[in-house]
């Protein structure tokens, strides 16, 4: 398959423990966030959403961390699988703007 | 399989060239979106359509441009093809084109690598 950002941060996780991927979001107005799942050679696929009057959501084996205070959103993983290899994308939204901006992404790395 | 499908699903061609990349949304999504993802970077929003008429605009250079058409598929075009526009590109659909809102959510396709020479 395509190789995603070569040089992109990774996080390497022993199989069966939990992974947190972490993103720095930019804009203090920023009022909406998501984290997408991208494996090689194919698009970006939905994991988990969250909105700012929140601070924690979960899904099924997915927690998604907001610290509004200093821009921080973090992806926890439970048990991670060698399914979960892949690059993790967090993007932000805002009312008035039309656009989902994407970070740079973190490559998950699962070690046998 | 998101449901959204692309086509070609690798194009490679020359400098100076033009090429067409198409994209059928999901069945009942009106809106439709095109990002460019280079090697190293993140994804890129290029252009949004809603229900046949754009919506918004991000980075897309002006040797690019876009349409959806009244069956709801779109078609990105890329002309005067230069090295540096090699990427994989993505179309994704959401039902309302209100992704920004939290009330909706944008489903990728498996993009269109386009390598050119």
């Known amino acids: 398959g395509e190789s995603v950002g070569l040089h992109l941060p990774t996080l390497s996780v022993q199989e069966g423990d939990n992974s947190i991927i972490n993103c720095a979001y930019s804009?203090?107005?920023?009022?909406?966030f998501i984290w997408y799942k991208q494996e090689s050679g194919k698009g970006p696929q939905f994991i988990i959403d969250?909105?700012?009057?929140?601070d924690k959501r979960q899904g099924q084996r997915v927690t998604v961390l907001l610290n509004k205070t200093v821009k921080h959103l973090s992806l926890q993983i439970a048990a991670t699988q060698p399914g979960d290899s892949a690059v993790y994308f967090c993007?932000?939204?805002?009312?008035?703007?039309?656009?989902?901006?994407f970070g740079k992404g973190t490559r998950l790395h699962i070690l046998p | 399989d998101s449901g959204v499908t692309q086509t070609p699903k690798h194009l490679i061609t020359a400098t100076g060239q033009r090429v067409t990349l198409r994209c059928s949304p999901r069945?009942?999504?009106?809106?439709v979106y095109w990002y460019q993802q280079s090697l190293d970077q993140g994804l890129q929003f290029l252009i949004q359509?809603?229900?046949?008429?754009?919506?918004a605009k991000g980075n897309i250079l002006e040797r690019f441009s876009a349409q959806q058409f009244p069956d709801l598929h779109s078609e990105l075009n890329l002309s005067s093809l230069e090295l540096g526009d090699s990427a994989l590109y993505f179309c994704?659909?959401?039902?309302?084109?209100?992704?920004?809102?939290?009330?909706?959510?944008?489903?990728f396709g498996p993009g269109t690598r386009l390598t050119v020479l």
């Open positions: 804009n203090s107005a920023s009022d909406y």
């Open positions: 969250i909105r700012s009057n929140m």
């Open positions: 069945s009942g999504d009106l809106s």
């Open positions: 993007a932000e939204g805002w009312k008035g703007n039309d656009k989902i901006i």
């Open positions: 994704a659909s959401s039902v309302t084109g209100w992704t920004t809102r939290g009330t909706d959510t944008q489903y």
């Open positions: 359509y809603y229900n046949g008429e754009e919506r």
